[in-house]
Each structure stands twice: as structure tokens, then as C-alpha cells.
């Protein structure tokens, strides 16, 4: 069974432009998060969908933005890139929606660079 | 101060030594998770416990709800052991779930054959 794919790998900007990034959630799991993980930090919780909509968001500005499409698969965007949204950018998925503790299968991560 | 603190924050040692490291944090809490983050970048979820010890393998995590503070030990380390460990937790005020995780920066482990 395939695991949560994220896309793409490596991605390189310049500061203003936008990027996208997408994760696949496994099969069957309906709720996708995204974090960022900014060189020298730990992970910080970005964004969180469940069944197409939007549940939580972090301290993020609203230039970070994202969807959920009906196969449960997500984008994330991130609009006037800057230079310190440079960051892996790692994707997650878990069954359900009651904000259950349970496991957490991560994606490998897109790595975002922003020149 | 940050919520959770990991030590030592970098690790080396030989291939067979047992390995601890640990995590502390200042909230209170409804889980604390374990991750292990390969060198490319993906992250494997290792254990999610709220109470006692869980065993997976050569994988020990063991958490004290009173002192605040969690330990993930291996056993007969190998170099493919090699990688950062990462403790979450989910703060028992803040809530939620997946959303709600306070992660430590990390400690970074080598084992040397």
C-alpha cells in the first residue's frame, strides 16, 4: 500500500512568485495536516483538513493557504514567497476527524528553496 | 523557554551501545509522540503514549506523567539507527490532535559501525 506522496521533492523560487506544493494522503485516511520545518527550528504546524475543509491553521499569514480535494489529497500555497519560507515542507495524514491522538504517517517532504 | 526540550540535542556512539535520549516539557499533556526523521527529510511516527512504556523492537519509550518528562531508549544500536529523534506533545489545555503538536527541535543521532 503506497504511503503519503508528496510533490515535488525540490522545488526553487524567487522571492514574490508562488508555489504549490501537494501531498496524497493513504488510502482511506481523510485528514491531511501540513508543517514546516524552517532550518534550525522544530516543526510547526501549518494547516489541517478534514472531509474538504479546513479545521485548523497555525501562526501562519494568510499567504499560506491550501485545499482539500473530494480524494482527500491537499495543496498547500504559498503566495509572495519570501526569503525565509525556505523550509521543508512535510505533509501528514491520519484516519478520521475527532482530533484523534492516533498514528501519524508522514510524507518525505518538499523541500522549498527561495532565492 | 521552549514548551518541549530535548537532550542531548547531538549523539555519536558505537554500534551496539544502548542509546537514550530525553524529552522534557512543561505543560501538561493528553499524548507525547516520538518521530525519527531520516536524512532525506521523511518522518517515521515510532510511538504515541500517554502513560507507562511501549516496546517496539529494539525501541523503548517510556514517559513519567508526574516529572514531566519522557525517554526513547535503543537497544544493540545500529548505524541504521542513524537519524534525528523528534518528541512532540499535545498540550492538554491548548487540545487537539495532530493540529495541536509542540515539537522538540530534535536530537541527532550516529552510530558508528
Known amino acids: 500500500e503506497a504511503g503519503v506522496t508528496q510533490s515535488p521533492t525540490h522545488l526553487i523560487k524567487t522571492r514574490g512568485q508562488q508555489a504549490t506544493l501537494r501531498c496524497s494522503p493513504i488510502?482511506?485516511?481523510?485528514?491531511v495536516y501540513w508543517y514546516q520545518q524552517a532550518l534550525g527550528l522544530g516543526l510547526q504546524f501549518l494547516l489541517w483538513?478534514?472531509?474538504?475543509?479546513?479545521?485548523n491553521r497555525g501562526n501562519f499569514p494568510p499567504r499560506f493557504s491550501g485545499r482539500q480535494f473530494p480524494n482527500y489529497s491537499s495543496e498547500l500555497n504559498v503566495n509572495a514567497l519570501e526569503l525565509e519560507d525556505s523550509a521543508l515542507y512535510l505533509c501528514?495524514?491520519?484516519?478520521?476527524?475527532?482530533?484523534?491522538?492516533?498514528?501519524?504517517?508522514f510524507g518525505e517532504g518538499s523541500r522549498l528553496t527561495v532565492l | 523557554k521552549n514548551e518541549v526540550e530535548q537532550s542531548p540535542q547531538n549523539l555519536t556512539a558505537q554500534e551496539g551501545e544502548f542509546i537514550t535520549i530525553n524529552c522534557s516539557y512543561s505543560?501538561?499533556?493528553?499524548?507525547l509522540h516520538w518521530l525519527q526523521q531520516h536524512p532525506g527529510g521523511g518522518i517515521v511516527s515510532l510511538f504515541m503514549?500517554?502513560?507507562g512504556k511501549k516496546k517496539h523492537g529494539r525501541l523503548i519509550a517510556t514517559i513519567n506523567i508526574q516529572e514531566k518528562h519522557s525517554s526513547l531508549h535503543i537497544t544493540a544500536s545500529h548505524p541504521r539507527d542513524s537519524a534525528v529523534y523528534i518528541c512532540?506533545?499535545?498540550?492538554?489545555?491548548?487540545?487537539?490532535?495532530?493540529?495541536?503538536?509542540?515539537f522538540g527541535k530534535g536530537t541527532h543521532l550516529i552510530i558508528q559501525p
Open positions: 501528514a495524514s491520519s484516519l478520521g476527524s475527532s482530533r484523534n491522538t492516533g498514528e501519524l504517517f
Open positions: 488510502s482511506g485516511h481523510t485528514s
Open positions: 483538513y478534514d472531509e474538504g475543509e479546513e479545521r
Open positions: 505543560v501538561g499533556i493528553s499524548a
Open positions: 503514549l500517554s502513560s
Open positions: 512532540a506533545v499535545i498540550s492538554r489545555i491548548k487540545g487537539g490532535g495532530a493540529d495541536g503538536l509542540t
